[in-house]
T-cell receptor, first 118, second 117 residues
Framework: AQKVTQAQTEISVVEKEDVTLDCVYE???????LFWYKQPPSGELVFLIR??????QNEISGRYSWNFQKSTSSFNFTITASQVVDSAVYFC???????????????FGSGTRLQVQP | DTGVSQDPRHKITKRGQNVTFRCDPI?????LYWYRQTLGQGPEFLTY????????KSRLLSDRFSAERPKGSFSTLEIQRTEQGDSAMYLC???????????????FGSGTRLTVV
């Protein structure tokens, strides 16, 4: 069965520090997708990035960057120069094809709560 | 289109009562999912619709839970004879399939927070 582990339960940093959120996954499938979502206090899950298993190229989007390493089954997320507005719970998720319907189930990690102090 | 809408945002009910939640997905999305999120945990999959057909249910979905998507648009999730353990955030998500049936990502609603007292 697939599994996503986010070992960091809570991280607290001071504004402008860089912070990396770890994600390790397990799957037997060769084709899968990895996601990061942000959940602010309002509760809505906000999509940040999707990466497929064949694309190990790292990605940078503004202050966000992602490091996908298939060899270690990790998909880590770094926020550069953190801001107070980055305070939220961040979830890593794995999607693989399930069953004949072809639909992809999302398996989430337990999340990392990031507190950015001013 | 303003995204995935869920109603109500909050629901407090007494143990043993029935509750129903509604989800309106993004209009062009044919796939709809229900997830449950308990405090301090990530969302867990409950069930999935493609158009009006309910194609998969999780083991988490006991016989007190039922979901419908009658016309392939909005969906309802009903919990009968609620228990305190049902207290959670119920999240709805939708997605669309394009070529080769590959999902291009999920859009989540803000959820319905259920408290059973």
């Amino acid at each position: 069965a697939q599994k996503v582990t986010q070992a960091q339960t809570e991280i607290s940093v001071v504004e402008k520090e860089d912070v990396t959120l770890d994600c390790v996954y397990e799957t037997r499938d060769t084709t899968y997708y990895l996601f990061w979502y942000k959940q602010p206090p309002s509760g809505e899950l906000v999509f940040l990035i999707r990466r497929n298993s064949f694309d190990e190229q790292n990605e940078i989007s503004g202050r966000y960057s992602w490091n996908f390493q298939k060899s270690t089954s990790s998909f880590n997320f770094t926020i550069t120069a953190s801001q107070v507005v980055d305070s939220a719970v961040y979830f890593c998720a794995l999607s693989e094809k399930r069953g004949d319907t072809g639909r992809r189930a999302l398996t989430f990690g337990s999340g990392t709560r990031l507190q950015v102090q001013p | 289109d303003t995204g995935v809408s869920q109603d109500p945002r909050h629901k407090i009910t007494k143990r043993g009562q029935n509750v129903t939640f509604r989800c309106d997905p993004i209009s062009e999305h044919n796939r709809l999912y229900w997830y449950r999120q308990t405090l301090g945990q990530g969302p867990e999959f409950l069930t999935y619709f493609q158009n009006e057909a309910q194609l998969e249910k999780s083991r988490l979905l006991s016989d007190r839970f039922s979901a419908e998507r009658p016309k392939g648009s909005f969906s309802t999730l009903e919990i009968q004879r609620t228990e305190q353990g049902d207290s959670a955030m119920y999240l709805c998500a939708s997605s669309s399939t394009r070529d080769r049936g590959v999902d291009y990502g999920y859009t989540f609603g803000s959820g319905t927070r259920l408290t059973v007292v």
